[in-house]
Nanobody, 125 residues
Framework: QVQLVESGGGLVQAGGSLRLSCEASGRAFSSFAIGWFRQAPGKEREFVAAISWSGGTPYYAASVKGRFTISRDNAKNTMSLQMNTLKPEDTAVYYC??????????????????WGQGTQVTVSS
């Protein structure tokens, strides 16, 4: 059974940085990618970034490109999201998620089969 556990959320001032981590246990090695989504109160779930397990190809939402960097460590089954130059609009609960096997449309949350419980990120102005 796949379990995803996020860590690293918190409160930071605008312009600051945070690093989120996700540890995957019991994962299926055939899964295509692992990524982050976020959801702010009253808003829909939003793609943030993803990375393929093999090859390490990163994908970013336009709103975070250039500010966020996603990375993964296959040996440790971990994935991280370095978030710099944070803005108040980045405030949300951030969820780690993993897709199923085969090529996937990583921007679509329906492609993800496993989800963590989420970690709160709050950026004050």
């Amino acid at each position: 059974q796949v379990q995803l556990v996020e860590s690293g959320g918190g409160l930071v001032q605008a312009g600051g940085s945070l690093r989120l981590s996700c540890e995957a246990s019991g994962r299926a090695f055939s899964s295509f990618a692992i990524g982050w989504f976020r959801q702010a109160p009253g808003k829909e779930r939003e793609f943030v970034a993803a990375i393929s397990w093999s090859g390490g190809t990163p994908y970013y939402a336009a709103s975070v490109k250039g500010r966020f960097t996603i990375s993964r460590d296959n040996a440790k089954n971990t994935m991280s999201l370095q978030m710099n130059t944070l803005k108040p609009e980045d405030t949300a609960v951030y969820y780690c998620a993993e897709t199923g096997a085969g090529p996937r449309t990583v921007f679509d949350w329906h492609e993800y089969e496993h989800w963590g419980q989420g970690t709160q990120v709050t950026v004050s102005s």
